[in-house]
């Protein structure tokens, strides 16, 4: 029992820079494994907002599109007309 006590009075008094003191200090501190995981994750996310980006501009170019198409069929006066909008 007295050693239980001693062992976690030692590590109370452990010197502080072994508790990081923010997330810099974790990746710093943390091994290489751990290090190229995050920097997997970090390229991988990056790689996801480019997908989306783009997705984003192909949307919203083929609304643009079909909203013109709409506006020219409608404007056609007859199916001669419609088919040179198509």
């Known amino acids: 029992m007295a050693v239980g006590v001693v062992v976690g009075l030692w590590q109370l008094s452990a010197p502080s820079e072994a508790i990081p003191r923010s997330p810099i200090d974790m990746i710093v ?51 001669d007309d419609a088919m040179l909008v198509a």
């Open 29 to 79: 501190n943390s091994d290489p494994v751990t290090k190229a995981v995050l920097a997997l994750l970090a390229v991988l996310s990056l790689m996801s907002w480019g997908i989306m980006y783009a997705k984003w501009r192909a949307f919203r170019a083929a609304e643009a599109k079909g909203s013109a198409f709409v506006r020219d069929f409608e404007r056609s006066r007859d199916m």
